[in-house]
């Protein structure tokens, strides 16, 4: 448990600037931009982010017994057990062969949430958008606007470009880290390690009401096989798929198993809700498992996953419980932006996007 007593949740703990309507705005616009050449290019709309999916799962989530007063809020206010839907990705807008190296992302679909939930959330799911890093790459939704113009940019750049430019940030990247550093930047533009997308640990970055308090999440390994991929060299050149191919393999031959972490908020200064780009130090606040996620062997990557996670889902964090309300300018920018990106997904391709009420439609 943390070192000091949680921060109380307040319904002033947010301090919106008075401009994010107009950034939300520009960013809906240059999410359309991306998605407009990508669908041209493959005619097939795909996400504005995370674009290209690795692996499609289907597990269950095991809320733990005997937890602290101030961790059992929410989807883990007392023990359950829950289908979850998982799709593990890359960031950018379109689909690039592996050798391109970016952050990853796991978004995490808990099915048949009861409770109160948030507005314009009208299914029985619980959301978490995570990515490989505990905090984001920009402070504010003002700050990530000039990222996003900067990737739909560079959207019809040729891959030739893509990847040398990659593989330049990952030798300067990792100069960095035989020095004990860690360029988030250069991470976020190419230059992530080549290493096994399962070994990774994924965080929310930015936090959410958790309950009567505020928090971070985390989903982190602990099964031997998924522990023993974290930081593994994975050689993925002349393979465009290589991280799919490797997840497929893992999945043919192994379960895995993760844990839910949480991070309460227990110092004001320490950990702002406003600057997403700050992280939360563990020393004053330690992750904390609240739930275990298992996944069996399966096939992680066929059409109908494909068709009904890919296609028929959306992920965000703005679906789920009152009690989990995502906080901060970047969430707030999720607000505004993951609907009608989800929107240009259904309209383009025909398929609509719902929240599901169980998962006996996805085989394995």
Not at 178 to 183: M, T, V
Request: aromatic share 6%.
């Amino acid at each position: 448990m943390p070192l000091h007593d949680p921060i109380p949740y307040d319904d002033d703990a947010e301090s919106p600037d008075p401009g994010e309507a107009a950034v939300h705005e520009e960013m809906i616009a240059t999410f359309a931009t991306i998605q407009e050449t990508t669908s041209g290019h493959y005619g097939h709309a795909v996400r504005g982010v995370h674009a290209k999916s690795h692996g499609l799962l289907k597990g269950r989530l095991e809320v733990r017994e005997g937890l602290a007063p101030a961790l059992a809020q929410g989807l883990v206010a007392t023990p359950g057990s829950y289908e979850v839907a998982l799709r593990l990705s890359t960031n950018p807008g379109d689909i690039l062969d592996d050798s391109v190296s970016t952050p990853r992302g796991l978004a995490v679909k808990v099915v048949g949430v009861e409770g109160a939930r948030l507005p314009d959330s009208p299914g029985t799911s619980q959301d978490f958008v995570l990515a490989n890093a505990p905090a984001f790459v920009a402070p504010d939704a003002k700050a990530f606007l000039r990222s996003l113009k900067l990737l739909a940019a560079t959207t019809d750049t040729p891959q030739i470009f893509k990847k040398a430019f990659s593989a330049t940030l990952r030798g300067i990247e990792g100069v960095i880290e035989s020095l004990g550093g860690k360029s988030p930047t250069l991470i976020a533009l190419g230059g992530h390690p080549e290493t096994h997308l399962l070994g990774e640990t994924f965080y929310s970055q930015v936090p959410l009401r958790w309950g009567d308090y505020v928090a971070k999440v985390a989903v982190a390994p602990v099964s031997l096989e998924l522990t023993a991929l974290t930081g593994a060299a994975l050689n993925v050149n002349g393979k465009p798929n290589g991280l799919r191919e490797a997840v497929l393999a893992y999945f043919s031959a192994h379960e895995a198993v993760w844990e839910l972490r949480v991070q309460l908020r227990t110092n004001a200064r320490t950990m702002p809700i406003e600057d997403a780009s700050v992280p939360w130090p563990e020393h004053e606040s330690p992750y904390v498992a609240v739930a275990t996620i298992t996944v069996p062997r399966q096939s992680s990557w066929d059409e109908g996953r494909i068709k009904a996670i890919d296609d028929g889902f959306a992920f965000s964090p703005w679906n789920g419980l009152a009690a989990h309300r995502p906080l901060g300018s970047i969430m707030r920018a999720r607000r505004a932006a993951y609907p009608r990106s989800a929107d240009f997904r259904a309209t383009r391709n025909g398929c609509p996007i719902h929240d599901p009420r169980d998962l006996s439609g996805i085989r394995g």
